[in-house]
Structures are given as C-alpha cells and as structure tokens.
C-alpha cells in the first residue's frame, strides 16, 4: 500500500503563509494527476488542486485560486502546497493523494492548519 506523509502544518494569522510537503512511498512520476484536499471540520473532503506529471499543468479550486500554488518534485516523490493571504476559512486538515477520486491510495494523517483571525 501506498502511504502518504503530509507536513508543514501549523498556526498562522490571517495572511500569513504556509508550506506544505508530501512524500509518497512510491514513484509519484508515473502518476500523471496528483492533488491536494483540505476536509474543514462538518464539511467534506475537497480537492483544491491538482498538477499533472508530464506538463505540469495546473488547476486549482476558486477557492484558493491566486493564492495556493501546487508544485511537484517526482525525483524525490514530494508534493508541495504555497499557500499565501491564508484565511480564517482555510482552516482544515490537508491531505495530498491521486487527482483522480476513483484512484485514490489510502489517506495519510494530513496536516492541520488553523488561521486565526
């Protein structure tokens, strides 16, 4: 099975930044869509972002879009998120998997970010 690390969580105030990281035990290069989700507490798992392996073309969630930038390192099997102006609603776990749900790996521990206002 796959297992997935997620890190760089924390506390920030409301435009402050943060990165994440995510290491995956396999070749994440031959993945061609990897992603990030954030799960806010009472609400559902959602995707944000997504980056190809090949273009590394990009899509993000209106939500996040300007501000979050996803980025890819397949030679280390590593998965970052910059996030930037982070907002009190952005507070939620993080999670990086698959782009595609119906191929998704189990689910790592995610990462907690808390924005305080």
């Known amino acids: 099975q796959v297992q997935l690390v997620e890190s760089g969580g924390g506390l920030v105030q409301a435009g402050g930044s943060l990165r994440l990281s995510c290491v995956a035990s396999t070749a994440i290069a031959r993945v061609v869509g990897m992603g990030w989700y954030r799960q806010a507490p009472g609400k559902q798992r959602e995707l944000l972002a997504h980056i190809t392996s090949n273009d590394r073309s990009t899509n993000y969630a209106d939500s996040v879009k300007g501000r979050f930038t996803i980025s890819r390192d397949n030679a280390s099997n590593t998965m970052y998120l910059q996030m930037n102006n982070l907002k009190p609603e952005d507070t939620a776990v993080y999670y990086c998997?698959?782009?595609?749900?119906?191929?998704?790996?189990?689910w790592g521990q995610g990462t907690r970010v808390t924005v305080s206002s």
């Open positions: 998997n698959r782009a595609d749900w119906n191929l998704i790996w189990n």
